[in-house]
């Protein structure tokens, strides 16, 4: 007489059921010695570059400026005043070492400088799934296409006023820099970066803007 089959036993069951789930997942690390990694200080540094490139202030040529960084406040607020410096130099401006020794006061302020980050998966998201008698296990990521995207953002804007009468020569609008960096990923194992803060973009950051009409462009 022929036995019927027993059913296989919950526990083991679920436990080979977990095991090819951790087998199968893929797993992803952010290993960085400072806080933020190189590539999120190549975001932030680019936008910089391009937000202090754009800066849009009318200063006559010659004129001996004191920039006043104490309203400037974001991170990597250093690398940023630093170029909204140079690209005073290259209009033409000189740096002066105080407000005392200089004709014009520019006061320059950051409303953005920093990175947002939003990541877009079609396909079926992460989740818990219920293992009878064995609580849950986590369900990786089963995507069709991942796209990870991180942009830089910097806000610039200046004031300049007589250093000693104390009104008003200059000011600029709130001016921009941008910058990117996307990962893509296609089922699984296929994946890329775009960026244009490499090494290839360089000379974009650091060639002068186009001729503008508007006031202070050169």
């Known amino acids: 007489m022929r036995r019927p089959r027993r059913p296989l036993p919950a526990v083991p069951f679920a436990a080979a059921v977990l095991a090819a789930a951790v087998l199968s997942a893929c797993t992803t690390s952010r290993d960085s010695a400072p806080k933020r990694t190189a590539s999120e200080q190549l975001l932030i540094s680019a936008a910089a570059d391009r937000a202090a490139r754009n800066l849009s202030i009318a200063i ?35 740096l002066a070492a105080s407000k005392e020794e200089a004709d014009m006061i520019v006061e320059i302020r950051s409303g953005a400088l920093s990175i947002d980050e939003n990541k877009l998966v079609v ?27 991180r942009q830089g953002v910097a ?64």
């Open 60 to 94: 006559p040529e010659g004129t001996k400026v004191f920039i006043d960084a104490s309203f400037f406040e974001g991170l990597d607020s250093k690398y940023a005043i630093a170029a909204i410096r140079d690209r005073v130099l290259k209009r033409g401006a000189r």
């Open 123 to 149: 396909g079926v998201p992460e989740m818990d799934v219920p293992v009878p008698l064995a609580g849950s296990f986590g369900l990786p990521e089963i995507s069709v296409l991942t796209r990870a995207r």
């Open 155 to 218: 806000k610039f804007a200046a004031t300049g006023y007589d250093a000693r009468t104390g009104k008003l020569v200059a000011s600029s609008a709130s001016d921009f820099g941008l910058s990117e960096q996307t990962e893509w990923t296609v089922l699984f194992f296929l994946s890329w970066t775009t960026s244009d803060v490499g090494p290839d973009n360089t000379v974009e950051v650091l060639r002068p803007p186009p001729a503008q009409g508007s006031p202070g462009k050169k």
